[in-house]
């Protein structure tokens, strides 16, 4: 069969037009997961001030608020064997440090042994006048197992290393990058030594542009 013009016409081909479809369809659905992808990419925090929490009554908290501090972030915990002694120097170290510069950051947590039993806002309350604390409390948080908290979580993945127990120590530059971690059983005067060199930073830093 010929068509106008002395051309022979195209015979139509069901398979090679399925064909099509098909690879059309695929690389519609290549393009949109490599778009998801990129897009999750974007949207994951890339620093620990970039996470969101829950403050002891349970308000959302943007850690934003502390990017340009050092933050020693510290899974806590009452009652423990270390409680007074953990609190007592963290509170000190806050006191000398902070709050322009420095902060500690106090997740309590329930996960090893019979400790924090009670409420967020009561952890709190019991904390502060017991202790005499001045630094800010969050929310109860769990930190191991796949309900971690993510910002939590971004903190032991940082470092590649989780908890053992109560009062493990991250510290936290200006950028919301981990710098370093402290075991409960290390000395404070460790932690001590590297966020006074960290705040020091932050203090010649502003001279500098003054």
Same mark, same amino acid.
């Given at each position: 069969m010929e068509t106008l013009g002395g051309y022979p016409a195209k015979s139509s081909n069901p398979k090679a037009k399925n064909l099509t479809v098909l690879l059309s369809l695929a690389l519609g659905v290549g393009g949109l997961f490599l778009l998801h992808t990129q897009m999750n990419k974007l949207n994951t925090p890339q620093d620990f001030y =970039?996470? @969101? $929490? !829950?403050?002891? +009554? %349970?308000?959302? /908290?943007?850690? @934003? +608020?502390?990017? %340009? !501090? $050092? =933050?020693? /972030? /510290?899974? $806590?915990?009452?009652? =423990?064997e270390q409680t007074e002694a953990q609190y007592r120097a963290l509170q000190d170290l806050h006191r000398v440090l902070g709050p322009s510069h420095f902060t500690v950051l106090a997740f309590p947590c329930g996960q090893f042994g019979p400790t924090e039993p009670m409420s967020s806002r009561d952890t709190e309350a019991l904390a502060k006048s017991t202790y005499g604390l001045t630094f800010p409390f969050f929310s109860k948080i769990r930190i191991l197992g796949s309900e971690a908290d993510p910002a939590f979580r971004f903190l032991t993945d940082s470092v590649q290393k989780i908890p053992k127990w109560n009062f493990w120590k991250f510290l936290v530059n200006t950028e919301g990058k981990v710098v370093r971690f402290w075991r409960n059983d290390e000395p404070m005067e460790s932690v001590r030594q590297e966020a006074t060199a960290l705040v020091r930073e932050i203090i010649l830093k502003k001279r500098v542009e003054l």
């Open positions: =970039s996470y @969101e $929490v !829950k403050d002891a +009554k %349970g308000r959302t /908290v943007q850690l @934003e +608020k502390y990017r %340009g !501090k $050092v =933050s020693l /972030v /510290v899974n $806590v915990a009452n009652p =423990s």
